[in-house]
């Protein structure tokens, strides 16, 4: 088990979450970062005195100085600030719930300083997997999953001897809100329908990713740099009550499955005990009152953006980066209320195709191909 932690997106969903579990181990924080969250960042530093706070800007830390200036904890704010909180010395394990591309340095910097990973942050594995991974392994480093198909998918290997052993990984997928409709129905939802998740509670990006399921995409491209595995061998199906978080299927034909109730608190603790379990603050699945469990195949063409994915999963290189940048960019702009559901998906699509493909991209190339990408979008918008 962790000794002590630093968590990166500690006002987040993830970050609150993982919180609770630092009060049910009793686990001391060394540093905390969040974005502009100045209010609640104050509370968290209030209660568990970190060692060092980090705010995405200037002038939010600022705020935040004013804000708990009674309290010995130093400040600090941007890129430079999240690697000092990844790398702080105190700290033997690093939660990455800090969303978007912006946690690719932060991890990478943990991975050379030797700590434990406990990766939530998607895109640092769709945008630079093969170069994440092969840094963890030159340098030893443990990357345990918190997305809960991930710890799904781990916690059914422990007991594996071999990758040879794997026919392919199935990841589920609740299919969001908008499971069942039609393209044209689609066509008239709202944003506070996209924002109305059947089972879980999560950040609006992360929650919009599920309604249009390119969030199941992500995580299509993330097993396969996770686990090594080619685009063969990772599936996806619906499984609306979200009590399988995600099987594996092995070549004698067995189907190991991780069930629990729907509560990230699971996958988060194991990350941070493992390869122990203690207690959870978490209510037991009970299986006489879960409901009956379904699965059946997504719809591709209502939902397009987990198509893209796994064509952009087939190519790799800078295809998946520039996805993942557009798909960031997009996203804000439908919370923004400055575009439509469907247009995410045509956006995306079409800064793919306007950005060059490298395919061994250095990790210089890959963050150009998220900017270009980001700029294609932006300017596509406008038209």
Request: charged share 20%.
């Amino acid at each position: 088990m962790v000794q002590c932690i630093s968590i990166l997106g500690s006002t987040g969903s993830i970050g609150r979450q993982t919180l609770d579990i630092v009060d049910n181990l009793n686990i001391p924080v060394a540093a905390l970062t969040a974005g502009t969250s100045v209010e609640r960042m104050a509370q968290q530093c209030q209660k568990y005195r970190p060692a060092l706070a980090v705010m995405a800007t200037e002038s939010a830390a600022t705020e935040l100085q004013k804000e708990i200036s009674d309290l010995p904890i130093r400040i600090a704010w941007g890129e430079e600030g999240l690697i000092e909180a990844a790398t702080i010395p105190e700290a033997d394990c690093v939660i990455t719930a800090i969303v978007g591309m912006v946690g690719l340095k932060p991890t990478l910097a943990a991975i050379r300083a030797g700590k434990r990973i406990g990766l939530a942050n998607k895109e640092t594995l769709v945008c630079a997997g093969e170069l994440v991974m092969a840094e963890a392994k030159r340098c030893g480093t443990e990357i345990i999953p918190v997305d809960s198909e991930h710890s799904a998918i781990y916690q059914c290997l422990m007991g594996s001897h071999s990758k040879a052993e794997i026919k392919r990984i199935i990841l589920t997928c609740s299919g969001g809100p908008f499971y069942g409709m039609d393209k044209e129905q689609l066509r008239s939802v709202t944003k506070a329908d996209a924002l109305r998740h059947p089972n879980w509670k999560m950040g609006p990006k992360i929650t919009i990713d599920c309604a249009t399921l390119m969030n199941k995409g992500l995580e299509v491209i993330e097993a396969m740099r996770l686990y090594d595995l080619p685009l063969e061998q990772v599936d996806v199906v619906i499984h609306r009550q979200s009590i399988v978080h995600s099987m594996v299927e092995f070549t004698d034909g067995a189907v190991m499955a991780q069930m629990g109730s729907p509560d990230m608190r699971l996958p988060i603790q194991l990350a941070m005990t493992y390869p122990e379990r203690k207690e959870c603050p978490v209510e037991a699945l009970n299986l006489l009152t879960c409901g009956n469990l379904t699965f059946s195949a997504p719809d591709m063409e209502a939902f397009p953006c987990l198509a893209l994915a796994r064509q952009c999963a087939k190519l790799g290189g800078t295809a998946c980066p520039a996805m993942n940048g557009a798909n960031e960019e997009a996203v804000a702009l439908y919370l923004a209320d400055r575009i439509g559901f469907y247009d995410i998906y045509d956006l995306v699509s079409k800064a793919v195709n306007a950005v060059a493909f490298i395919a061994n991209p250095t990790l210089e190339q890959i963050l150009e191909a998220d900017r270009l990408a980001r700029e294609a979008v932006r300017r596509e918008a406008k038209q």
